[in-house]
Structures are given as structure tokens and as C-alpha cells.
């Protein structure tokens, strides 16, 4: 499990992008919350999530509030 902060929102657009613990940074649609809604999130929120390949790089899933 990785842990980082919400870095930024696209609200209008569903999607965003965390910032994880060693700096890099990871995109995250919506669909990937897990005990939370997307307009309950707040930048600089931390998270807990995994992260899975895609094309266009990595990409958070499984998100959650870091406990």
C-alpha cells in the first residue's frame, strides 16, 4: 500500500492526481475510491492506494482515506 496526499482535483472532470510519499506523482480517476466520494475529497488529503500500470503511466487505485 502507498501512501501520499491529494496533490490536485479536476473536479469538473472526475479525476485527479496524488502525490505519493517518494514524490512521484499519480493520476487517479473517481472510480478508484473505495470508501469515499469524490466531492467529499480535499487537496492535501492523505491517502492510502495502490498502483497499477497503464499507457499513459501509473495510475492509483483502491484509494482510501490514510488511517
Known sequence: MHKGKVK???RDRGFG???D???TEVF???SAL???KFD???EDQEVEF???K???GPRAINIKVAA
Open 54 to 56: 497503464s499507457p499513459k
Open 50 to 52: 495502490e498502483v497499477e
Open 17 to 19: 492526481f496524488i502525490s
Open 34 to 36: 473505495t470508501d469515499l
Open 28 to 30: 487517479f480517476h473517481q
Open 40 to 42: 467529499t475529497l480535499n
Open 21 to 23: 510519499s517518494d514524490g
Open 8 to 10: 490536485k482535483l479536476v
